[in-house]
Structures are given as structure tokens and as C-alpha cells.
Nanobody, 126 residues
Framework: QVQLVASGGGSVQAGGSLRLSCATSGYTFGDYSMAWFRQAPGKEREGVAGIRRAGATRYTNSVKGRFTISQDNAKNNLYLQMDSLKPEDTAMYYC????????????????????WGQGTQVTVSS
């Protein structure tokens, strides 16, 4: 059974950094696509960063240059390094795994993802 466990969230001031981790089990890590999503209060969940099997990445415009997604195939972990955090980054962050290799047009969409972690809260104060 596939399980994803997200961790690393917390409260920081604007300009600070956090590193989110997603530990996976029961999933052949690296064969498919994974991503980080976030949902702020009163807003829809949005794709933040995605990574494909070969390591290609994609980011939503608002985090480009500030967030970096990466994966450690040996440890079966997914990461999201978040730098220069802004109050608008405040949200619950979720990791997700897909059972297929996704293209650019679908890497940051919710529908293709089959498994989801429980979420970790990120709060950025001004």
C-alpha cells in the first residue's frame, strides 16, 4: 500500500526558509511523477512544483526562483526547499504521487495524482 507522509512545515517570518519532506513507502520511487500542492484558507488547492521521472521540474509562476523541488531515489523522499518565503505562501502543503509519467500540461494538475500525503502547515508572517 502506498503511503506518503509530509513533514517540515512550521511558522517563519517573511524572507525565511523551510524545507518540506515527503517520505514514501510502497511506491516505486522515481518511476513516475510527484508534486507538491498547497491550499490556503478559502482558496482552491493549487500545484506548486512537480518533478518527473528523469528529473525535469515545473513550478507555478509565483514560486519560480524561490522554491526548489527535488527527490532522493535512494531514500524514497521528495523535498521542497522554500526560500524567500512570503505571507502569501501560507497554506497547507501536500505531496502527491502519480502512477504515470505526466507531461508539462498535467504535472501541476490534481486529477492525475493517485496518492496524497496528509499535509503539513506552512505559516509565513510579515
Amino acid at each position: 500500500q502506498v503511503q506518503l507522509v509530509a513533514s517540515g512545515g512550521g511558522s517563519v517570518q517573511a524572507g525565511g526558509s523551510l524545507r518540506l519532506s515527503c517520505a514514501t513507502s510502497g511506491y516505486t520511487f522515481g518511476d513516475y511523477s510527484m508534486a507538491w500542492f498547497r491550499q490556503a484558507p478559502g482558496k482552491e488547492r493549487e500545484g506548486v512544483a512537480g518533478i518527473r521521472r528523469a528529473g525535469a521540474t515545473r513550478y507555478t509562476n509565483s514560486v519560480k526562483g524561490r522554491f526548489t523541488i527535488s527527490q532522493d531515489n535512494a531514500k524514497n523522499n521528495l523535498y521542497l526547499q522554500m526560500d524567500s518565503l512570503k505571507p502569501e505562501d501560507t497554506a497547507m502543503y501536500y505531496c502527491a504521487a502519480a502512477l504515470s509519467t505526466l507531461g508539462d500540461s498535467t504535472l501541476l494538475l490534481e486529477n492525475p495524482y493517485n496518492y496524497w500525503g496528509q499535509g503539513t502547515q506552512v505559516t509565513v508572517s510579515s
